[in-house]
DNA sequence: ATTCCACAGGAAACAGTGGTCC
DNA sequence: GGACCACTGTTTCCTGTGGAAT
């Protein structure tokens, strides 16, 4: 390896120890750090006393015994909808535990566990199914849909359950593998005994989700909706305030500081869990620093450190054919759809893979547009056909810089200019 | 007014993988 | 050990699109 980076230095092991003592010794900024993230739920959620009240009144139904609605949640992310939730159902399960009454809530993210099966796996593991005797089981694989979700009703039938099962980012399950699951269990009541149920809460970020789905499942699963609005600049700021009392040292952050971070999330959607990062990040920053207070240029620096890590963490774990495509883009002089998938074919044969079809090539391209890392701009050359201008948004440097270390690719990295 | 280009993008099929069930 | 199942990434096939050229 010839890069300067890397010198023969003698470790000076008593540097290393004052770094580490420092760390210990010094006053830090920070004196919570937990408080800086999203899923820090305090005791009182701001601004969203209605939409928990709405939520609580129909969950309450079942301490009276009852079946509750289904319910879809609709809002923007970081409008504070998956927290709301979690806080009302914590409080309804104290509350049954009060009246000696049980109830289930498997709770999962439709983004994470993304197909309908695992879906099923998922609640089976929450639902402790999976403790059972190996027949009764659902498995990480192998079953059919309908086996898994008999195995389910059969073991709420068993133990007499009242399930409340709340899916987060529904939207994507419903965009992947469309409705079917939903169908199933919204029609699960009539294979149950009376006692017994399962109510659905879905939270999506998407409000057009409903149109997707069967008549049938939308009539059901929306039995009641609820729209959570994104957070307007000042509720961002009365957010960060209260964060910034229980997260930092006293005087640590300025006035200004905070308007800057709200401004920011603000200005884009309103979006509470933006406005917290950059929080966090920006005394990060300060914090290296060894400054002891947080100042606007932090928060800047903090939203391109942000930016550029997001880039840079999504650029290194592509596929190498994502890569090439990055590559050729960067390489074609107009950007053009056609251009573009010569220079990645020709790429391809230098680099001894076998091209991807175009058609794949194009999904691609719309993945990186919708990851923000490419804009695409449809142009009609009349006669000359239709195409798309793919132009690349993120610093070269940083495509750099995350693919240095691709064995395969280190032969036309040195070609980025 | 019609033709035609160069794609975009939806739908379905397919191959390979990793698993269970009997 | 063969039948069956789901998932992922991909290919194949196909229809739709909008404006310059004719």
Known sequence: MGNSRWKCVELND???????????????????????TIDYVPERLPFRDNESTMIAQTLSVILRGGRPSNLLIFGKPGTGKTAVVKNVIERLKHKADDLNMQITVPFMNAKTANTSYKILYEIAEMMGINKEEKKLQVHFTGLSLGEATDRILDY???????????????DSLVDKNGDDILYNFTR????????????????????????KLDPRVRSSLSEEEMVFNPYTIEQLKDILVDRCKLAFTEHAIPTAAINLCAAMAGRETGDARKAIDLLRVGA??????????????HVRLAQQKIDRDTNYEILKNSTSHTKIVILAIINSKNGNTG??????????????????TQRRITQIISELDQLGLVTTNIVNLGRYGRS??????????????????????????????
């Open 14 to 36: 008593d540097k290393l120890d004052d770094v580490f003592n420092n760390a210990i010794e010094s006053k830090t900024l920070i004196k919570n750090r937990k408080t800086l």
């Open 156 to 170: 709420i039938r068993r133990k007499n359950l009242r399930v409340v099962l709340v899916i987060d980012e529904i």
């Open 188 to 211: 699960a009541n009539e294979r149950i005994s009376a006692e017994q149920f399962i109510s659905l809460i879905g939270i999506s970020n998407s409000l057009t989700f409903k149109d």
């Open 284 to 297: 990060e920053v300060a914090e290296r620093e060894g400054s002891n207070t947080i100042n606007e240029t």
């Open 339 to 356: 251009e573009m998938y010569d220079i990645y074919s020709s790429l391809c044969t230098r680099l001894q893979q076998e091209p991807l």
């Open 388 to 417: 798309q201008r793919i132009k690349l948004v993120i610093p070269l440097m940083t495509i750099r810089e995350a693919f240095k270390d691709d064995i395969l690719l280190s032969s036309i990295i040195p070609d980025l200019k």
